[in-house]
């Protein structure tokens, strides 16, 4: 009766293990199946280079929200298409799970009013990051 109750608790556990191991695997497929389309990060935006960015002019972000679902990111992401704004998604991993930052940006102190104009005129929830 013992090696019965060993074994049908080992099998447990290798049951689990494996469901363990395809759930992070799916979430990293998924990733990889994303990242590639979304890329775009702060370094292709040069602005931290001295030629490139004026000291007395300070640069703003706009951030949407960061999202553990695809499909909320999907929708933010068709929403700022259709308003004609460029979005950034950057993968990050928050409290063990996979999550996505939603951002516009980087702009300067003219074009965030203009940015902010048209998002609060769409009913979108956003907050401003300096840098």
Do not use: C
Request: charge should be positive.
């Amino acid at each position: 009766m013992q090696k019965f109750l060993r074994l049908f608790i080992l099998i447990i556990l290798f049951v689990i293990a494996i469901l363990w191991y395809l759930y992070d695997r799916g979430d990293d497929l998924n990733f990889k199946k994303y990242y590639h389309k979304y890329k775009n990060t702060v370094s292709e935006y040069k602005l931290f280079s001295k030629e490139s960015r004026n000291p007395s002019e300070a640069t703003y972000f706009v951030q949407l929200g960061i999202f553990a679902k695809q499909e909320e990111v999907d929708k933010i992401r068709a929403i700022t298409i259709l308003l004609g704004l460029k979005i950034d998604l950057s993968k990050q991993i928050l409290k063990g799970r996979l999550v996505t930052k939603v951002t516009l940006g980087p702009y300067n102190k003219k074009t965030l009013s203009n940015t902010e104009k048209i998002l609060k005129k769409n009913n979108i929830k956003y907050l401003v990051i300096n840098e």
